[in-house]
């Protein structure tokens, strides 16, 4: 089971940029992914996820109308839209999976799997 996250990179105060979570070793159909980020010297912070099925996605409250969360089970991808980008958004960006069937966002059981981050940095 891996993920692989990817797309982080350097973009202006206001801008967009799209992180994708690629996974292999099992399919997405069924099972939720969630996004955090970490600053150096502060606690890892949830983003976002989307659970399998029904697609119900969840947004820590400061990314709410800024992000969107989809998912493309036939590349086995997940995508985290980020828009209106501010300074305090810069961290690395890790995607990760419970990998527990069913799992409806946010999760509730720890994180199993994780992908290597991905930087995002916000800065003119």
């Known amino acids: 089971v891996q993920l692989q996250a990817c797309g982080g990179g350097l973009v202006q105060p206001g801008g967009s940029l799209t992180l994708s979570c690629a996974a292999s070793?099992?399919?997405?159909?069924?099972?939720?992914i969630s996004w955090f980020r970490q600053v150096p010297g502060k606690e890892r912070e949830g983003v976002s996820c989307?659970?399998?099925?029904?697609?119900?996605?969840y947004f820590a409250d400061s990314m709410k109308g800024r992000f969107t969360i989809s998912r493309d089970n036939a590349k086995n991808t997940v995508y985290l839209q980020m828009s209106s980008l501010k300074p305090e958004d810069t961290a690395v960006y890790y995607c990760a999976t419970d990998l527990i069937a069913g799992t409806i966002c946010p999760p509730t059981y720890p994180m199993r799997y994780w992908g290597k981050g991905t930087q995002v940095t916000v800065s003119s």
């Open positions: 989307n659970s399998a099925g029904d697609g119900y996605t």
């Open positions: 070793g099992f399919t997405l159909d069924h099972y939720a």
